[in-house]
């Protein structure tokens, strides 16, 4: 069984009607080594008392040049009836969660040549994509890589860190964010927010095997057939990088 350490909250907010926001610090003294797109896990008991546990991938955003940072913040969705739901809601600031990680591999690699990156995220499965900023960053900057987000959502409401996305966007020429909102669109909406699925705008993009690298996440449906479309595009396998969310009560 993996060694865990103890997680107390320091900041919570709502991101969306029915996700939270929650940011920990480890409380043992010890700093949270983690690469990007790596998830923990929170472990806990049901009212009988069973162990259990559940996977959050980490949203924390901080410079790795200057090593791991100390935060840890995660996206929770809530479920009606949800044990883990009954952890997160009744979590006071100074409360603490016992958690262990990271774990994972759907992370940038290092020995990646490719021209672009294409991240496809419907939900809470943009969280990994957040903590990749920084290197996305440095990516861009190095080897002159384009990166191309395409977030679903339902509503406005719905897109997590969508603040974040469009202010890197801002300060990165190189990093374009693609919104898709299937079923409600803003008053007055940014150019390249898009009406629908993430899958079907993805053809507008052209993926190209010679020049891409996908990244998906989210929803088991839309990543499968997102893969299928990718595939269908003439991408290899290895050139698509899958995690699947499915939500647990």
Excluded: W
């Excluded at 935060?71 to 739901?85: E, L, N, R, W």
């Excluded at 991240?119 to 809470?124: F, K, P």
């Excluded at 395409?150 to 469009?166: H, V």
């Amino acid at each position: 069984m993996p060694a865990q350490f103890p997680l107390k909250l320091v900041d919570r907010r709502m991101l969306a009607p029915t996700i939270g926001h929650y940011q920990f610090l480890r409380d043992d003294g010890q700093p949270l080594d983690f690469q990007p797109g790596q998830f923990i896990q929170v472990h806990f008991e049901y009212a009988d008392g069973t162990a259990t546990k559940r996977s959050y991938s980490l949203a924390t955003i901080h410079d790795h040049a200057l090593g791991a940072g100390d935060a840890v913040d995660i996206a929770v969705s809530f479920v009606p009836g949800g044990a883990a739901t009954a952890l997160f809601e009744g979590l006071d600031i100074g409360g603490h969660v016992s958690a262990s990680g990271p774990f994972g591999r759907f992370c940038l690699q290092p020995g990646d040549h490719n021209a672009r990156y294409l991240l496809i995220a419907t939900g809470t499965g943009v969280t990994p994509y957040r903590s990749m900023l920084p290197l996305l960053a440095t990516a861009m900057a190095e080897r002159g890589v384009e990166v191309v987000l395409l977030q679903g959502a339902r509503t406005p409401a719905e897109l997590l860190y969508s603040e974040d996305f469009y202010a890197f966007a801002v300060a990165h020429p190189g990093f374009r964010y693609v919104p898709c909102l299937s079923r409600e669109l803003p008053e007055n909406p940014h150019p390249d927010v898009r009406h629908g699925y993430v899958q079907q705008h993805l053809a507008e993009f052209a993926p190209n095997p010679a020049t891409d690298i996908a990244y998906l996440c989210g929803n088991p449906d839309m990543v499968d057939a997102t893969f299928e479309a990718l595939k269908d595009a003439g991408l290899p396998t290895p050139q698509v990088r899958r995690e699947k969310y499915v939500s647990s009560k």
